[in-house]
């Protein structure tokens, strides 16, 4: 007898919105898009210098930059390269950026200022010209792929508050360590920092890598971290420090301090931090305290990254459990896609959801009675 068909509509998908990514999500995502690499780097690096000359251009502030970095970067762990363009990609990030700021632009003034970034002023063109108008559709289409790979989640974040107010009390000068600190805030958005660390993390972790460039003690720094009202670690900020440092060491000319600096300096920053590191057992990711390397120095304790420390509590902000398998640009989840914010509600919800949908069943057992 056939099974009778299920009554009512399938179980709508659930998406919770996850403000915060550990390295092994991320690593994850890139393996199964298979982009991880020297090709994921440069895309990532191209996108954002993209989005950084266009905001230039049309003189937006650091928080649309920042919005749009965070966009994109996210973009892009969930589509595949070959399915859209770094470059549209680019556009798409920061015309949703635009919005969310509330620095409003049209796709088409996007556009028109990259284009006019190479041009003499004899050749520049304006916003309403027919060449625009392809370019601006694929940006459309891809602002809702934008916001549906972060969740439609409008929460942001930006560490230039912390930065400013914490270098004020330490006695940076402006035009030294404050400076640098702010420089390096903005290359801080051309790594996937941003996705894994709160804003005061990130903040410290710049002012951090400005007093070592100038020759500064950060012994204030550490006073004031340890305050508990930042929420940070100095696992977390040395995590950071360190993806700092691989940019500068690998891509300096790609970045606003790299060609400021020798290259030798950047190495004998990271020597030092290897060797606190080391003296403190500080792992390089602040979510696999136990992991067989920890920058560059091999670990006793070989283990599968699953065990949780006091450096990485399990919060809702950032769980523990792998995401999906990325999607590609043209696959949907069977049923209808909701998306939350608040990981409880959505719990509650499933579980009320699953008492619908299953299936009763009786459990018998058959007992032999002994014949007299």
Avoid at 39 to 65: F, K, M
Avoid at 74 to 87: G, I, M, Q, T, V
Avoid at 300 to 305: A, H, L, W, Y
Wanted: overall charge positive.
């Amino acid at each position: 007898m056939a099974a009778s068909p299920r009554i009512g509509p399938d179980p709508s998908y659930v998406h919770v919105a996850q403000s915060y990514l550990t390295q092994r999500q991320i690593d994850r995502c890139l393996v199964a898009l298979n982009t991880k690499g020297a090709r994921e780097d440069a895309a990532r690096l191209q996108g954002v210098a993209w989005i950084d000359s266009v905001r230039r251009s049309l003189q937006l502030p650091i928080r649309t930059y920042n919005t749009a970095c965070i966009y994109y970067h996210k973009f892009r762990l969930k589509h595949a390269e070959p399915s859209y363009n770094w470059a549209d990609a680019s556009a798409a990030a920061l015309f949703a950026a635009c919005k969310i700021e509330d620095t409003l632009k049209k796709s088409r003034d996007i556009l028109c200022a990259h284009y006019n970034l190479k041009k003499s002023p004899g050749e520049m063109l304006a916003p309403d010209d027919a060449r625009f108008e392809g370019g601006s559709k694929v940006i459309i289409g891809l602002e809702r792929m934008m916001l549906e790979a972060a969740g439609f989640d409008f929460r942001t974040r930006h560490p230039g508050r912390v930065l400013v107010k914490v270098g004020r009390r330490v006695g940076f000068e402006v035009e030294k360590e404050g400076r640098t600190s702010w420089h390096v805030a903005l290359d801080a958005y051309r790594t996937f920092a941003p996705l894994k660390q709160t804003a005061s993390t990130v903040a410290f972790a710049c002012l951090e890598v400005a007093a070592r460039l100038h020759g500064r003690g950060v012994e204030g720094l550490v006073e004031m971290r340890e305050n508990r009202r930042w929420g940070t670690s100095r696992a977390e900020v040395m995590e950071t420090i360190l993806d700092l440092l691989d940019l500068y060491t690998h891509y300096r000319t790609g970045t606003i301090v790299g060609p400021m600096y020798p290259l030798e300096t950047f190495i004998s920053i990271r020597i030092q931090l290897n060797e606190e590191a080391a003296a403190k057992s500080i792992p390089r990711f602040a979510d696999t305290p136990t992991a067989q390397e920890t920058n560059g120095v091999a670990s006793s304790k070989p283990t599968n990254g699953t065990t949780a420390t006091s450096t990485s509590p399990d919060t809702p902000l950032s769980p523990n459990t792998i995401p999906p398998t990325p999607r590609s640009a043209g696959t949907r989840n069977p049923g209808t896609v909701r998306y939350m914010l608040d990981p409880s509600r959505a719990r509650e919800e499933r579980e009320i959801v699953e008492r619908y949908f299953r299936e009763p069943t009786e459990e018998t057992e058959d007992v032999e009675k002994s014949v007299r």
